[in-house]
């Protein structure tokens, strides 16, 4: 199943590039952590500080929930969130306490007539 998930970033441009280069190889740990919850393929898109996410996952395998919760019992999981919150900023629609919120599709051409 795609994903879509938004999330916005300080606007910061030194905040920004150092946020970019952590992504250009993150941990091993955050890695397989990913795969362990069922996600097959991430990326990350940006135009100035909004962010999208778009996330493949197996539906057999990926919960939202069981992840949320496997990511707060895991110390380097922790560790690498905590370091990307002095990057990251909620968007105006995310509720308290969250950090990348659901995007809703509004349009799909095939599904057009």
Known sequence: ???L????LKDDAALIAEYERHHRRIWPEIAAH??????????????GTRMVMVMETDDAVYDAA???????KDPKVREWEELMWRFQAPTPWTPAGQKWIGMEQIFDLSSQP
């Open 66 to 72: 069981a992840m949320a919760a496997a990511s707060e």
């Open 34 to 47: 990913l795969e362990r919850q069922g996600v097959l393929g991430m990326e990350i898109w940006r135009l």
């Open 5 to 8: 998930l938004a999330l916005d």
């Open 1 to 3: 199943m795609r994903h």
